[in-house]
């Protein structure tokens, strides 16, 4: 299975961005998507995740903010972001699980895919 995430770029602060990923491979078989992002010199954080059925749970720093949805016919998860701040500046990975278990997607060790990140800079 390959996550292809899309959307980052360059935004000043109070902007807005959609990041996209999407899954493919043969005999595909997605559970819970999270977003997680990785600023220089910090750990990864987890953004916001999403289970098969669309329940969603959010990081306090983005709750308001961002909107984290999914299509599952196109084993596809996206990340809206609104009111982007300087701190978050960082590269934006996709994850997925392979099977449901409880807790398992608020902990980026237990993820079985990963997408390659994309870059979100925001200036102030």
Not at 32 to 50: F, H, T
Not at 63 to 69: A, H
């Amino acid at each position: 299975v390959q996550l292809v995430e899309s959307g980052g770029g360059l935004v000043q602060a109070g902007a807005s961005l959609r990041l996209s990923c999407a899954a493919s491979g043969d005999g595909i078989c997605i559970s819970d998507m999270g977003w997680y992002r990785q600023a220089p010199g910090k750990e990864r954080e987890l953004v916001a995740v999403i289970a098969s059925r669309g329940n969603s749970y959010y990081a306090d720093s983005v709750k308001g903010r961002f909107t984290i949805s999914r299509d599952n016919a196109k084993n596809t998860v996206y990340l809206q972001m609104n009111s982007l701040k300087p701190e978050g500046t960082a590269v934006y990975y996709c994850a997925a699980l392979s099977m449901t278990v409880a807790g398992a997607a608020f902990h980026h060790e237990l993820y079985d895919y990963w997408g390659q990140g994309t870059q979100v800079t925001v200036s102030s």
